[in-house]
C-alpha cells in the first residue's frame, strides 16, 4: 500500500478517485505545525533554533497519517506546489522522522499545478527530493515574521496602550495606507476652468471641441486657473470664424493582456465582482480542488499561487483552435502570443491561472458551481481566451480648426475600433472612474470646411485629492513595491481590519486613528523597517534563499541584530516624549487648522492649557496638558467634535420597502440602524447594530439596508437541505445551519460568502467542536442489546459500549473495525478494569477522614499558644 498526503479532503477525495485501490489519500488539512505564539519560539542566540507545535486537532490527524504511513511501501508527500506547500510536505516528514514511522518506507515529493488525471499521473511518474531552498525561504520569513511580530508588539502594548500588533508586511502596508490620507489631508484644490466650443459642421453634424492653444501657447488641463483668463478665451472664441485646419488619422492597436496572476486576479475580481482578495482566494481555491463532472472529479482551473505568465504548449495550442472555432480565424494571431512577467521579484516558478480542460466552458459547468464560483471561472475563461487573441485595431482622428490667423485653435478628437479583436471578449478594469476608453466617432470633415460657432461653455473645476485605495488599486501598490508576495496579500489586508487598523468606506481603505497612530509611531522610531525599499530589498534577499544564491541564517542575523538594538532603545524613551514626537508627525492630522491665527493646539476649555496626544487601555485621544485641572478631552478625530451623530440620529435614506426613514442612531450601546420610528404601543421598528469592524462614519444608505436586512439566506445545504444564513451577532460575523454556527472572518463575509464556503466553515467548525462524535453503530452487545458506536475521540478512534470505552488497535480503523472485534475489545476492557471497584472507592475514601479528622484537631492545639501571647501582652502592659 502506498500513501499520499494532501492538504485538503477535497483534495485527497479527487486524487484518491484518479490513483485507485493502491492508494491511500489522506489530508494534513494545511499547516500542521507552527511557533507557538509565545516568547522563546525562536532563538536568535542558537542559530534561530524554533520550537514547533501541533494543535491537538493536527495532533490526531498526524498520528491517523504517522498509523497510515507505518508498513506502506512508499509515501508521497504532494502538497501544493509552492513554498508554502513545499513547507507543509517538510513539516509532515519531520513528524513522521520523529514518531520513527519511516522504517523501510520510500519518501518522494510530488507536485502538480493542475488537479487532473493526466497531472497527477504525469506527477506520479516523476517524484523528486523535497526543494530544501523552498524550504530554508520559508524558515526565514517565519522566523522573520515572529521576530518582528513578538519584538515590536510589546514595544506597541507599553508605549501606545490600545494598539494590537505590528508585522513586517502588514505595518508597511497600513503605511501606504496611511501615508494616501495624510496626502489626502494636506491637499489643497487648485481652481481651473475648462472651455468647450459647441460647433456645426457644413453638414449639420454636432461636435464639441476642447481649447488647444490661444495666442501661440498651448493650454494644459491645469493652466486656465482663474474665471478671468477663462472669460477672456470665451471672448476670444466668440470673435472669430472657424475652418477644419487639419484632420489627422492614425492607425493604433490595443494587445491583450497577459493572463492572469494571483495579483491580478485578486485585482479584476474586485474591479468586476466586487471580491475581496480573501473571497477571491477561497473561490479559487475551490475551482482548484474541482467538482464531480459526468462523474469524474475534475480541477477546473490551474493553480492560483502564482506570478508567472507563461501558459503550457497544448494549453496555448487548445485556446487558439476554440479561438478558430468560436469566433473565426480572424481573430487568431499569426502566431502565439508569449508575455513575460512585469511583476518586481516575480519567481515564474508556475503557470499561470487558466481553465485546465477548454472543453468546459463556463455555462457547461454552471449547474455544478455556486454562483460566485461561476463568476470567477466566467473571469478566468474570457481572460486566458483573450491572452492568446488578435489584438484590437483602432483608428484615432484629430482635428484641429482655427480662426484665420491661427490664435485660436480648438481640437477634437475620437477613436474608432476597426477590428475589436480580443476586446470582443475581454477588457480589462479601471480603479478610477474618470479613465475610460469609450469610442468617440467624429463626422466626416474635411480640410477647409467651414465651422460654425454655436456657443461656448466655460465651467469652474477644482482638482481632486489623490484617491484612496480599493482592494485592487492596493494589490497593485503593493505588487508594483515588491512588498510581500500575491499569496499573502489577502491574510494581510485582513488582518489590518481584523485590528481595527482600517475601515472600509465605500470599498476604500480608511486607516482608523489606531492605525495612523501605529504607523506615526513606527515612520518615527522605526523608520528603516517601514520603508518601502527596505520591505521589498528583504523580499529579493529571501527570494534568493528560494534560488539558493544566499544563506537564510546569514539574512537572520544581518536583520536581528540593529533591529534588537533599536526596539531596546526605543524601550529606554520615555512615554512622554513618544506622544510629543507623534503629536509633531500627526499634527496636520489631529490639530488641523480651522481659523486663522488661532493655534490648533490651544485647549478650547481653560486659557493657557495645550492640546496632546494621550494613551490609555482604551487607545489613543487628545487631552489638555494641564489635567488634572483641565479635564478636557476629545478623540482624536476632528478638532472639537465628538464623534457622535449630530442630535442623536442621521437621515440615510428612504427604505424602498416600508417608505420610511433609514436613520443612523446613537443608543446607549452604541451606534445601529432603524427603520421609521417607534409609535405608542406598535412594534419595535427594524433595527440593526453597527458591527465592530466598521465605522459609523463608512455606513453609507446601501451599506445600512444590507445590514437591516440580516439574516441573509445563502441557500440549502447539500446533505440536509436545510437553509444556510449569514448574520451578525454579539460575538461577530457567523454562519447558521440547523443549530450549528461556523465564525465569520469580517462583516464583508457575511454579505459574500457562497455555499461551497459555507458547507467548508460549517464541517471545519464541527471538527473543532469538543465532545467526541460517534462515526457509525456496528451494532449490539449481546449481554444487554445495548448499542455499540465507533467514535472519533480526541486521541483517536475507539469504540464504545454504554460507559465502557475502548482504543482501536494499531492498524484497525473505523472504516474496517467489526462488530464482533468491538465485543471483543469492550468485553476485554471490562476484565480488566473491573477487579475490586468496592475496595479501590474504599481506599480513596480513607484517607479523606483521616485529613477530616486531623483538621478538627488542629484548631484545639493552636489556642493555647495564643492565649500564652495574650497574656505575654498583658504583662508587658
Not at 478623540?635 to 472639537?640: H, L, Q, R, Y
Not at 447558521?736 to 460549517?762: I, M, P, Q, Y
Not at 455499540?788 to 474496517?816: C, E, F, S, W
Request: glycine letters at 6%.
Amino acid at each position: 500500500m502506498n500513501v499520499v498526503i494532501v492538504e485538503s479532503p477535497a483534495k485527497a477525495k479527487t486524487i484518491n478517485k484518479y490513483l485507485g485501490d493502491k492508494y491511500t489519500v489522506l489530508a494534513s488539512y494545511g499547516h500542521v505545525r507552527d511557533l507557538p505564539s509565545k516568547n522563546g519560539s525562536v532563538d536568535p542566540d542558537n542559530d534561530f533554533a524554533m520550537k514547533w507545535e501541533a494543535d491537538p486537532a493536527s495532533k490526531k490527524r498526524l498520528n491517523e497519517i504517522a498509523s497510515a504511513v507505518k508498513g506502506s511501501e512508499t509515501v508521497y508527500l504532494a502538497t501544493d506546489p509552492d513554498r508554502e506547500g513545499e513547507a507543509i510536505s517538510w513539516h509532515v516528514l519531520k513528524v513522521l522522522e520523529q514518531k520513527k514511522a519511516l522504517k523501510g518506507v520510500k519518501v518522494k515529493r510530488v507536485a502538480f499545478n493542475e488537479i487532473t488525471k493526466s497531472a497527477i499521473l504525469n506527477a506520479m511518474a516523476a517524484p523528486r527530493e523535497i526543494n530544501q531552498e523552498l524550504v530554508e525561504a520559508y524558515l526565514a520569513r517565519r522566523a522573520l515574521d515572529y521576530l518582528v511580530g513578538f519584538t515590536l508588539s510589546p514595544v506597541l502594548w507599553r508605549k501606545l496602550p490600545g494598539a494590537r500588533s505590528a508585522g513586517r508586511v502588514q505595518s508597511v502596508c497600513l503605511r501606504i495606507i496611511c501615508d494616501r490620507e495624510r496626502e489626502i489631508e494636506i491637499f489643497e484644490p487648485q481652481e481651473y476652468w475648462s472651455v468647450i466650443s459647441n460647433l456645426k459642421s457644413e453638414a449639420g453634424d454636432a461636435l464639441a471641441a476642447r481649447l488647444y492653444s490661444l495666442n501661440g501657447n498651448t493650454i494644459k488641463k491645469h493652466d486656465i486657473n482663474n474665471e478671468a483668463t477663462a472669460m477672456a478665451a470665451v471672448e476670444a472664441i466668440k470673435n472669430s470664424k472657424f475652418k477644419v485646419a487639419t484632420v489627422k488619422k492614425k492607425p493604433t492597436k490595443r494587445n491583450p493582456y497577459a493572463p492572469f496572476i494571483t495579483s491580478t486576479l485578486q485585482q479584476e475580481a474586485a474591479r468586476k465582482l466586487g471580491f475581496t482578495a480573501r473571497h477571491t482566494m477561497s473561490v479559487a481555491q475551490a475551482l482548484y480542488e474541482g467538482k464531480t463532472i459526468k462523474g469524474e472529479p475534475t480541477g477546473l482551473i490551474t493553480y492560483m499561487r502564482t506570478d508567472g505568465v507563461t501558459m503550457a504548449g497544448e494549453a496555448i495550442n487548445a485556446t487558439r483552435n476554440l479561438i478558430a472555432e468560436n469566433y473565426g480565424k480572424q481573430y487568431v494571431p499569426d502566431s502565439p502570443r508569449m508575455y513575460k512577467s512585469k511583476v518586481k521579484n516575480a519567481q515564474e516558478g508556475h503557470e499561470a491561472i487558466r481553465p485546465t480542460n477548454f472543453n468546459l466552458p463556463p455555462n457547461s459547468v454552471k449547474s455544478v458551481l455556486d454562483n460566485d464560483e461561476f463568476r470567477l471561472y466566467d473571469l478566468i475563461w474570457k481572460r486566458t481566451l483573450a491572452c492568446q487573441m488578435a489584438s484590437a485595431q483602432m483608428e484615432q482622428t484629430s482635428v484641429d480648426i482655427a480662426n484665420a490667423d491661427a490664435s485660436v485653435n480648438l481640437r477634437v478628437s475620437g477613436t474608432v475600433v476597426v477590428f475589436d479583436g480580443f476586446l470582443k471578449l475581454y477588457q480589462e478594469s479601471s480603479d478610477d472612474d474618470d479613465k475610460k476608453d469609450d469610442e468617440t466617432r467624429l463626422p466626416a470633415l474635411k480640410e477647409g470646411e467651414a465651422i460654425e460657432l454655436v456657443s461656448v461653455d466655460p465651467k469652474q473645476h477644482f482638482t481632486d485629492p489623490p484617491p484612496r485605495f480599493s482592494e485592487a488599486s492596493l494589490v497593485k501598490k503593493m505588487e508594483e513595491l515588491g512588498i510581500g508576495r500575491p499569496s499573502t496579500y489577502a491574510s494581510t489586508l485582513s488582518v489590518l481590519r481584523q485590528r481595527n487598523y482600517v475601515t472600509m468606506e465605500n470599498k476604500r481603505f480608511v486607516p482608523d486613528d489606531k492605525g495612523q497612530i501605529v504607523t506615526a509611531f513606527l515612520e518615527a522610531f522605526f523608520g528603516k523597517y517601514v520603508e518601502y525599499d527596505f520591505t521589498a530589498e528583504l523580499e529579493t534577499d529571501l527570494d534568493l534563499v528560494s534560488a539558493g544564491d544566499a544563506k537564510w541564517l546569514e539574512i537572520l542575523e544581518n536583520f536581528w541584530k540593529p533591529f534588537h538594538k533599536v526596539t531596546e532603545d526605543v524601550m529606554e524613551i520615555r512615554t512622554k516624549d513618544i506622544l510629543d514626537a507623534l503629536n509633531d508627525y500627526l499634527a496636520p492630522h489631529i490639530f488641523k487648522q480651522t481659523e486663522e491665527g488661532v493655534d490648533p493646539r490651544k485647549c478650547p476649555t481653560c486659557d493657557d492649557g495645550m492640546l496632546s496626544l494621550k494613551t490609555s487601555k482604551h487607545g489613543a485621544f487628545i487631552g489638555c496638558t494641564n489635567y488634572p485641572e483641565c479635564s478636557y478631552t476629545r478623540k482624536m478625530s476632528g478638532n472639537g467634535a465628538d464623534g457622535g451623530l449630530e442630535n442623536g440620529n442621521q437621515i440615510l435614506g428612504i427604505d424602498p420597502e416600508t417608505e420610511l426613514e433609514v436613520s443612523l442612531r446613537d443608543g446607549r450601546f452604541g451606534p445601529y440602524l432603524q427603520i421609521g420610528e417607534m409609535e405608542k404601543g406598535g412594534p419595535k421598528p427594524p433595527r440593526a447594530s453597527i458591527p465592530k469592524d466598521m465605522s459609523p462614519d463608512t455606513v453609507d444608505f446601501e451599506m445600512a439596508l444590507k445590514l437591516l436586512s440580516l439574516p441573509r439566506e445563502i441557500g440549502p445545504h447539500p446533505e440536509t437541505g436545510k437553509m444556510i444564513t449569514t448574520a451578525i451577532g454579539r460575538f461577530g460575523p457567523y454562519l447558521k445551519h440547523d443549530g450549528a454556527f461556523a465564525s465569520l472572518s469580517s462583516t464583508e463575509e457575511v454579505f459574500s460568502v457562497g455555499a461551497n464556503r459555507a458547507v467548508t466553515l460549517l464541517a471545519e467548525a464541527k471538527l473543532k467542536k469538543k465532545g467526541p462524535q460517534a462515526l457509525k453503530e456496528l451494532g449490539k452487545h449481546p449481554s444487554d442489546d445495548g448499542i455499540i458506536q465507533v467514535m472519533d475521540g480526541r486521541y483517536g478512534p475507539y469504540v464504545k459500549h454504554g460507559k465502557t470505552n475502548a482504543t482501536l488497535p494499531k492498524g484497525t480503523t473505523p472504516d474496517n473495525v467489526t462488530l464482533e472485534q468491538a465485543i471483543e475489545l469492550i468485553d476485554a476492557k471490562v476484565a480488566k478494569g473491573g477487579k475490586k471497584p468496592a475496595k479501590k472507592k474504599a481506599a480513596k475514601k480513607k484517607p479523606a477522614k483521616k485529613k477530616a479528622a486531623a483538621k478538627k484537631k488542629a484548631p484545639a492545639k493552636k489556642k493555647a499558644p495564643a492565649k500564652k501571647k495574650a497574656t505575654a501582652k498583658k504583662k508587658a502592659d
